[in-house]
């Protein structure tokens, strides 16, 4: 007897010990791991239709006189300690005929690998194991059990039909006592490699189980057969049973001699909380006591690794949604934890998010939720609206992003209502007014003076003036800053700032009353055209603006190309072309509009170094196509 249960329970008592910490973590590094595996019944209530003394007096079984005060073989004796109680069983009253059943109710989901039951009465000739996955709602039968299955239950038997709901295995009536009932979840016939795998689990979870105790039966020579028989009749064969029917083997019959009721010295449950290889420790589900649960309980509630979280580890640890959760890989070993998201250390999770994953090609789908410290993006990576990187803070500090700060005179309000100034958000760079310059907007670019809320003025001199008295300033260090140049990362915004209309103050008037002066429009029909006059220099440039010096204008132009040039130095950038028109006309001749990209052919003044444009010069709108003869022109030398 001792003997027996040694042989069943030892593997279950080892297994649980408390280990600490430090230790539970490795075992799960890098690799899958498992909870310790014991007995689900163990430190949970087993409900019993009957007891033996159940009410006091009422329920009587074989081994109690009336009247009873007691019960002295409760349910629960079939989980206590069998080293420490080997003589202890649960017995049933259950009356003939009557269904008789075990159940545990868990609280949760658990695995169950196998089912041991150790009876002191006679195995029952019927009985059928189950279990509910929804929590008592629905039953599934594991595994029926009958010395005849067909009879029984109109199922093949497994001896016969491998792989058959039905056994005739434990079913037979000798031993009279210590007899066996065995189930295992998987194993022989239902092999799995993977016990994490969708295909384990289905067969293993359970949150209750039940054994329905269908039909006793009599074992010549069992121990104390009946003690209260009062209907003792002469069949008690099982196989009398009629066929196929649950409900008629619980049917009452007559018995020569009535079977002893139903004992069973213990119940051994084994299984494990389910935690889908992410953690090898469970606690009890809810531990809001300090109470210890009691000892070899398997608890419910894992303490997940691999970043996983959730009761069974069923989901990813709310900052590791970089990919789609998994089970660890029982054959292989390998973890499959969660991802962490990269969200530089500025929120507190992150989801995922299927459509970010095919579009990175299924290597990173991690949204980050509540980006803090005024970061925007996916991964929390650039600064809101109204803040910049600071320069000098690591994108992981959460002083990363730093308000913006607009000179409320230079820089032009934020379109939103948002109560920050708009800047950009890598820069820093305010948006500035006309000829306004500096991150913030707080100076005139060069060139440009009379900072204030209408922004700069141009310079009435063809190079730098006094920013705050506009007098002219000789230098030689011409426009190193473009007038009116695009700063690089406000490229996107201000898509074409040249094209920007010019207020009539700010261009000379005589190029904006061509009517007061007509200039004959020379035509360019061809190559041939191009090379009638001596051009020492051609451009392609953007008119910025013109300025009337009393004596002479002077125009201010981008230089966007130089498809040819003579002993002044032409280069990309801003250049000023004089047109000698100004004295005689009052105009400039060929017209110059602001705003405008001319091909400028023309000739040059070495004394003075400066580009002239005469009435023989070529100013035409430019095209690409003009472009292309002009260049076909310069290879084949005319200009
Ligand atoms: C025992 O008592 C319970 C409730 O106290 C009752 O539901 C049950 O029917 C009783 N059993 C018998 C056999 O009288
Ligand atoms: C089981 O019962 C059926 C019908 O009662 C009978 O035909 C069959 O022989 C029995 N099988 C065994 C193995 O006793
Ligand atoms: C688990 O690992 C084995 C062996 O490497 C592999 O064949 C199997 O596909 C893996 N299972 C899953 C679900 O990835």
Redesign the pocket.
């Known amino acids: 007897m001792s003997f027996r249960l040694a042989f069943l329970f030892c593997p279950v008592y080892m297994l649980f010990p408390e280990s600490p910490p430090h230790l539970t973590a490795s075992r799960c590094m890098g690799h899958a791991c498992s909870p310790p595996v014991g007995n689900l019944a163990t430190g949970r209530v087993l409900h019993t239709l009957t007891g033996c003394c159940r009410n006091g007096t009422q329920e009587l079984c074989s081994s109690f006189q009336q009247p009873c005060s007691e019960d002295t073989h409760p349910p629960a004796q079939m989980t206590d300690d069998p080293f420490l109680h080997p003589d202890t069983w649960w017995e049933s009253s259950a009356d003939q005929g009557q269904v008789e059943e075990i159940r545990l109710d868990l609280e949760s989901r658990f695995c169950l690998t196998h089912m041991v039951m150790l009876f002191r009465s006679p195995r029952p000739a019927a009985m059928v194991l189950e279990r509910s996955v929804d929590f008592g709602q629905t039953w599934q039968a594991l595994k029926f059990f009958a010395?005849?299955?067909?009879?029984?239950f109109g199922l093949a038997?497994d001896t016969i039909q491998p792989g058959s709901l039905c056994t005739?295995r434990y079913s037979s009536a000798k031993p009279c006592s210590g007899g066996e009932v065995i189930f295992r979840s998987i194993g022989k016939d239902k092999e799995v490699e993977d016990p994490y795998s969708g295909e384990a689990l289905a067969l293993l979870t359970l949150t209750n189980l039940r054994i329905r105790l269908l039909q006793p039966q009599l074992c010549s020579g069992a121990p104390s057969g009946s003690s209260r028989g009062h209907n003792n009749n002469n069949n008690n064969n099982p196989?009398?049973?009629?066929?196929g029917a649950l409900a008629v083997a619980t049917k009452r019959r007559s018995v020569p001699s009535k079977p002893a009721p139903y004992a069973v010295y213990s119940l051994l449950a084994r299984g494990t909380c389910l935690c889908h290889g992410h953690a090898e420790q469970c606690l009890p589900a809810h531990q809001d006591t300090d109470q210890l649960p009691p000892e070899g309980m398997v608890s419910g509630r894992c303490v997940c690794s691999h970043h996983t979280a959730g009761e069974h580890c069923e989901t990813c640890a709310p900052l590791y949604n970089d990919r789609p959760w998994r089970p660890a890989n029982g054959s292989s070993g390998q973890p499959n934890p969660c991802q962490k998201c990269e969200c530089h250390g500025h929120a507190e999770s992150c989801h995922f998010a299927p459509r970010v994953w095919l579009a990175t090609g299924g290597t990173s789908g991690g949204v980050c939720d509540n980006c803090q410290h005024n970061t925007v993006g996916r991964r929390c990576q650039r600064c809101r609206p109204g803040y910049h990187r600071h320069p000098a803070m690591p994108l992981t500090s959460p002083h990363a992003c730093t308000r913006c700060w607009c000179d409320p005179v230079g820089s032009i309000p934020s379109q939103s209502n948002d109560e920050a100034p708009w800047c950009h958000p890598r820069s820093g760079q305010c948006h500035c007014k006309a000829g306004v310059g500096g991150v913030s907007c707080n100076q005139c670019l060069s060139g440009y003076w009379a900072f204030g809320p209408e922004g700069c003025k141009p310079c009435a001199c063809p190079h730098k003036c006094d920013a705050f008295t506009g007098h002219c300033l000789d230098s030689d260090k011409l426009y190193h800053i473009p007038i009116g140049g695009k700063i690089p990362d406000l490229l996107h915004i201000l898509s074409n700032e040249d094209e920007r209309t010019w207020s009539k103050e700010l261009a000379v008037s005589a190029l904006y009353y061509t009517g007061k002066c007509s200039c004959k429009e020379r035509k360019l029909r061809g190559v041939a055209d191009l090379c009638k006059t001596k051009h020492t220099y051609a451009i392609k440039a953007s008119v910025l603006s013109a300025h009337d010096k009393g004596s002479h204008a002077v125009v201010l132009v981008k230089v966007r190309k130089v498809l040819r040039s003579g002993k002044v130095p032409v280069s990309q950038g801003t250049h000023s072309i004089y047109p000698l028109s100004w004295t005689s006309r009052g105009c400039t001749c060929p017209i110059l509009n602001p705003g405008v990209e001319y091909l400028v052919a023309g000739s040059e003044e070495v004394e003075t170094g400066r580009l002239l444009v005469t009435l023989q010069s070529l100013v035409v709108p430019w095209s690409p196509m003009l472009g292309h003869y002009v260049a076909e022109g310069l290879r084949q030398g005319c200009l």
Do not use: T
Not at 147 to 152: E, H, I, L, M, T
Not at 239 to 243: C, K, M, V
């Open positions: 010395s005849n299955c067909s009879s029984a038997d005739s196989e009398s049973l009629p066929a």
